[in-house]
């Protein structure tokens, strides 16, 4: 029953007014007389590195974990887990490698990257695509997804929901980068209280419903017994799911380009560390990457353990719609409903924390893009600090309008979370091409970067819809394999065109990133730190293989 306690009620407003009045407090206490752009979209190296981890992982973990993901793991299992296990080693290879050249070239959005490594042209393309993304995916799909899910567990109508979350999210933007990043800690501490709880009533109640009682391991050990199936990260061929998860490419093919696309060459997450100095946005993204390992926990545990429940004849009214289609996505909201009194308020906050520090992650990262990179380049070359500011707001508001328009339409989703990684792998692939050749290979010319923005969704779009188009006489790859394709194919014509017309040593050097191998180098403790991620990550793929 969606019905709400005077404890649910209690819980959540101090919540709301914790998060509400911590971050006017950092937006007062950290606000210089004249707020400059560089202080309202990166908080002008203000943040530390518990902030920057903190932010990162709030702006990632949104509803489409919570629901979408649970989702998937009632359908999938734990496979699904790759795309956070796999997000922990990728940090790793952001943080040595990616991230310095960043700071080293002062490089605060990525088409400023693009300008300064190719041409305006490869920038405003590339910046175009993101916005589009950004809007028409990201924010539509946590809108929708949160408000789903609220509206599942609380008497409230989804549309209230959508304007509830949308109006929430732009007050914590408006304050800029500090706010959030700082109201983020919080956010996270909230968010993962609440999933543990959600995950413990999870694995309690499987226990109960088999006879042994409020046992959280004897859970886990029914889960191995009833659904050994739903234990493999690796999934073969004959795997119904096969094609979502394609075996091996969730560790070296698509997985890991959809990783280094999203960690490394993604507004909305670099950003958090672009204002930082190296040392501290290091120890951010490692604290990042050990938060990562236990999002499985508390995204995809609750859904395996539904799969059983449902399996063995409970919930099976609450795991279908009105029609009487079987929805995956239901899985968390119905757990949440079972929550007592007052631990249902804390996972409605947590839920809540996740949607609006997304949200807020997002959006301040669309204003920064279309502030410093569109209006500013094309509209108003001659800005004041205060106008851009201020149009970095304006945007803020239009985009989530746009957005919460948009969200219902997503009502015909069944696995939300599959959704949103295959349309962003449209363009993933060609994003990290440009990103990788500009850093790395000083021969890769304008020109090539040219072809890698204007190919990368052309080319995905053409091996998911010729199988169609061709009644199957053309191979349907399963999207990350298309990724990795497509990859290939970006890299292979950037490096031809480069090489075909070479450009002069002088052109060269107008368009050349700063790289140099003392950029690369890391603290014992980083060193340390990786070694133990490594070790879990290990161990986590050697059991569940």
């Known amino acids: 029953m969606n019905v709400l306690q005077t404890a649910d ?7 709301f007014i914790i998060v509400t ?3 006017m407090y950092i937006y007062r206490s950290k606000k210089t007389a004249a707020t400059s752009s560089n202080e309202y979209f990166l908080a002008e190296g203000s943040l530390t590195w518990w902030a920057i981890g903190a932010s990162l992982i709030a702006s990632n973990i949104s509803a489409e974990h919570f629901i979408g993901m649970s989702g998937s793991g009632f359908a999938i299992g734990l496979a699904i887990a790759s795309y956070e296990w796999m997000s922990a080693a990728t940090l790793i290879i952001v943080a040595m490698f990616i991230l310095p050249i960043y700071l080293k070239n002062k490089i605060f959005t990525m088409p400023q990257f693009l300008a300064k490594r190719y041409s305006g042209t490869v920038s405003t393309i590339m910046a175009i695509i993101w916005l589009l993304i950004y809007v028409f995916v990201n924010l539509t799909s946590i809108i929708y ?15 209230f929901c959508v304007i509830g979350l949308s109006l929430f999210s732009v007050i914590v933007t408006l304050g800029g980068m500090k706010v959030i990043g700082y109201t983020d800690m919080f956010q996270v501490i909230v968010l993962i209280l609440g999933g543990l709880v959600t995950t413990y009533l999870a694995l309690t109640l499987l226990s109960d419903q088999f006879g042994f009682g409020n046992d959280i391991l004897k859970g886990l ?7 050994p199936g739903h234990l493999h990260m690796i ?19 698509g997985m890991l380009i959809n990783n280094l696309a999203y960690w490394g060459c993604n507004q909305y997450i670099v950003q958090r560390a672009l204002g930082a100095d190296l040392k501290t946005a290091r120890k951010g993204i490692l604290f990042a990457a050990f938060l990562k390992l236990l999002v499985p926990i508390i995204a995809v545990l609750p859904g395996i353990a539904m799969f059983v429940m449902h399996e063995n004849g409970m919930f099976q009214q609450e795991m279908v719609d009105a029609a009487g289609v079987l929805k995956p996505d239901h899985a ?10 007052g631990l249902k308020g804390v996972a409605l906050a947590a839920l809540t924390a996740a949607i609006v520090a997304s949200l807020a992650g997002k959006a301040n990262s669309i204003s920064t893009i279309f502030s410093l990179d569109i209006y500013k380049k094309y509209f108003n070359s001659q800005a004041s600090e ?3 500011v201020r149009t970095g707001r304006w945007c803020v508001v239009v985009c989530m309008i746009i957005a919460a328009f948009v969200a219902p339409a997503l009502k015909t989703l069944d696995q939300a979370y599959q959704f949103i990684q295959e349309y962003v792998g449209f363009f993933s692939p060609g994003v990290l091409a440009i990103f990788l050749l500009g850093m790395f290979w000083k021969k890769t010319t304008p020109a090539a970067g040219l072809a890698g923005a204007l190919l990368t969704v052309p080319l995905a779009a053409i091996l998911k819809f010729l199988p169609m188009w061709t009644e199957g006489s053309f191979p349907d790859y399963p999207f990350l394999d298309r990724m990795t394709i497509v990859f290939f194919i970006i890299v292979f014509i950037m490096i031809a065109i480069s090489l075909a017309n070479p450009v002069s040593e002088e052109e060269a050097k107008v368009h050349e990133i700063e790289v140099d191998k003392s950029m690369f180098r890391v603290s014992s403790e980083f060193i340390v730190g990786s070694f133990i991620i ?12």
């Open 21 to 23: 009045s911590y971050g």
């Open 221 to 227: 050990s029914i889960i191995a017994q009833e659904a």
């Open 145 to 159: 997804l949160g408000a789903l899910a609220i509206s599942s567990i609380a008497p409230v109508s989804f549309q």
């Open 386 to 388: 205060k106008k851009l």
């Open 235 to 253: 999934l073969d061929e004959s795997n119904p799911h096969y094609n979502e998860l394609p075996g091996m490419s969730v560790l070296v093919g």
């Open 9 to 15: 009620y209690i819980v959540f407003f101090i919540y």
């Open 534 to 545: 490594s070790g879990i990550l290990v161990a986590l793929y050697t059991v569940f293989w």
């Open 332 to 341: 968390y909201p119905t757990l949440m409903n079972l929550l007592p009194a």
